[in-house]
């Protein structure tokens, strides 16, 4: 039997997904998603798959993976996603087919313990509390007590950020090959058994860390495979310039200041003259982190008049910083903190020569700051050719897989942002019947987002359709802000009005928590931003109602957009419809997605904007919305939520 039947043989109606998934149904666009992405497989080929939700995409590429590849890795959006395609989807699959397949799952290096910091640690005596004490007790004996060392293994009592910083590595301080402690490091081993499995589950972060990695020469954490394939794909591009760009914090300037002390303790010759120029070191940290003071927010360096002096301790830093590693490197007996100190401080002189020069039109160059710290960041314009030259060079097969990629049934704006134009696209509609099944509404007479009653008139709105669904609804809002004032109006309507519906808001509680809450109390309003668009599945009658304010257009002053913005002008294009628009498409998709989960899942989604209907671009995102029946009325939304 060929594997072309073989696959067929999983998707039909009695075959081998159906003796181990309950309820199971045969659905044609899975089956052809399975064979296209088999196809792509075969021929070491790209392929991009838009699958609409409920099209079964985890097993529609699974399958086709497991028969054809030899060496796979599967890159998740999130840790959550990643963990129940490991410990869900993937055992399913293994059931099904009888294949026995090893499987790795893979994380950063931030989530084990690293026997060298807890050591180190332990002889600063650096914590101020006893119950920090306690803290770094419990991870110094899962030392002894854990095969992983993964330290989510250990439900801690709490969550304290700066002894987990004090048991972990990063990129920065790990010591690699040279350190002492290399035969116990729970990183190696994690990586040693991912070079062992067949299929590697990671996360989008991990994947492009390794990738970048690769790129500067310094090693490589995943293994060679056969077989890439990305959930989720639509995040690719964000992530991608995360890691093809470069970014540093005044917290890491820090961490680098704190070993370097530890590193000249241990000097036997030339501490004094490296001992004054650490001191100098730690006041260039200082006098560049106060000339942030008073900013909160994101900031685009181009306004090089604001942040001056912010450029000009950058260089004083910047200089510190070389004659400090020149200092170093000219010691007889180093010992390894300091050498690996001394290439970290290297690195600094580049990045911030990178930073403050503003000649280089590659990158936006732009900071990040808050109370914690600030982060200074070089985005780079565009990834797609050096994205494209791996993904293109032959040797393994590519799939990016997602239910949003497209604009109105066109996925170039995804293709070009990653240099995949030459790819096979393809495209299922979901199996869902929407049109019986939802409602879209668009109320009349909005006033244009901008106008200052915006948000009270969201709210005033949707009310009705909020006490006809008994609660059971989420709100999407574009902005914090904006939620916050949402959730002030709302709670005192429904307080005057007597309606028993609990608020459930963003920042009370976390994500997970306030999900679990939402399900459980069966009647409350969750209102959440941007990490509330994506990640959510509610199925059944829990969730019948969701409305988002406006149209999720990213901010045109955000340094990245600005800088992408005016980049696209000069080079001729439209940076509105080429650029804003199929962004504002692909999250308004997500929203929307939120919706109907399951086949049997009825609900109403309620979009304020009256840009939807009174722009010219509104018809390109009309045509983007899954195929719901359509109104202005609002009997026509109370009369569907009083049924559902």
């Known amino acids: 039997m060929s594997i072309e039947e073989e696959i067929d043989r999983a998707f039909k109606a009695t075959g081998l997904l159906s003796e181990v998934v309950a309820g199971y149904k045969r659905r044609i666009e899975q089956t052809e998603m399975a064979q296209a992405i088999g196809a792509a497989i075969k021929r070491k080929e790209p392929i991009i798959c838009e699958a609409g939700t409920g099209t079964g995409k985890t097993f529609a590429y699974l399958i086709p993976a497991f028969y054809y590849g030899r060496k796979i890795i599967i890159a998740t959006g999130t840790k959550t996603l990643q963990d129940q395609l490991f410990d869900q989807d993937i055992q399913v699959v ?291 050719e050096e994205f494209s030259s791996i993904v293109m060079d032959g040797e393994r097969s590519w799939v990016f897989t997602s239910a949003t990629l497209s604009v109105s049934g066109d996925a170039s704006y995804f293709t070009q942002q990653l240099g995949l134009e030459s790819a096979k696209f393809q495209s299922w509609d979901s199996p869902f019947d929407y049109s019986q099944n939802s409602v879209l509404y668009v109320p009349k007479n909005m006033p244009e987002p901008a106008h200052a009653s915006y948000v009270e008139r969201v709210v005033e709105e949707s009310i009705e359709a909020i006490c006809a669904a008994r609660g059971r609804c989420m709100m999407l809002f574009t902005s914090l802000a904006a939620m916050r004032a949402a959730g002030d109006r709302l709670s005192k309507i429904l307080k005057d009005r007597n309606e028993g519906i609990p608020l459930l808001i963003q920042g009370d509680g976390s994500k997970f928590d306030l999900l679990n809450q939402f399900k459980n109390i069966r009647n409350a309003v969750l209102l959440g931003s941007h990490s509330f668009w994506e990640g959510v599945d509610v199925r059944g009658e829990g969730l019948v109602l969701v409305i988002i304010d406006k149209l999720p257009f990213s901010v045109p002053d955000d340094p990245v957009t600005a800088g992408r913005i005016d980049y696209l002008r000069s080079q001729g294009g439209n940076p509105f419809m080429d650029f804003q628009v199929p962004e504002a498409v692909i999250s308004l998709k997500q929203g929307a997605g939120r919706l109907i989960r399951d086949e049997t899942d009825m609900g109403v989604l309620i979009i304020c904007d009256p840009r939807l209907l009174s722009k010219p671009y509104g018809k390109k995102i009309w045509k983007s919305l899954p195929t719901m029946r359509r109104t202005q009325d609002l009997g026509d939304v109370t009369s569907f939520l009083e049924r559902a």
């Open 94 to 384: 293994r059931r099904a087919l009888k294949i026995p397949i090893t499987v790795a799952k893979l994380k950063g290096r931030a989530n084990y313990l690293c026997h060298h910091q807890v050591e180190r640690t332990k002889s600063e005596r650096s914590f101020t509390s006893l119950r920090e004490v306690e803290l770094f007790n419990m991870y110094e004996r899962m030392l002894d007590t854990s095969e992983s060392g993964d330290i989510s293994e250990v439900n801690m009592p709490e969550e304290n950020s700066k002894v987990l910083s004090s048991v972990v590595s990063t990129r920065d301080n790990c010591l690699g090959s040279d350190c002492p402690h290399i035969n116990k490091c729970f990183v190696l081993k994690a990586r040693k058994k991912a070079l062992a499995a067949e299929v590697i589950v990671v996360n989008h972060h991990l994947f492009f860390a390794d990738l970048a990695l690769k790129q500067d020469g310094f090693g490589e954490l995943l293994p060679e495979c056969d077989v890439v394939i990305f959930d989720e794909a639509h995040q690719v591009g964000d992530v991608a310039s995360q890691f093809f760009g470069s970014s540093i914090s005044t917290n890491q300037l820090n961490e680098l200041l704190r070993d370097l002390r530890y590193g000249s303790v241990m000097l036997e010759d030339g501490s004094e003259t490296v001992n004054e120029l650490v001191d100098s070191f730690e006041k260039g940290v200082r006098d560049f982190r106060l000339s942030f003071e008073g900013l909160k927010g994101r900031y685009d360096l181009r306004e090089r008049s604001r942040f001056s002096k912010a450029i000009e301790h950058s260089s004083l830093l910047g200089l510190i910083s070389k004659n400090l590693a020149e200092s170093i490197g000219s010691i007889t007996l180093i010992n390894l903190e300091l050498q690996h100190c001394r290439e970290r401080l290297l690195d600094v002189v580049i990045f911030l020569e990178i930073w403050s020069d503003q000649d280089d039109r590659s990158v936006i160059r732009w900071f990040d700051s808050s109370i914690q710290s600030v982060r200074m960041h070089l985005t780079p314009i565009d990834v797609a």
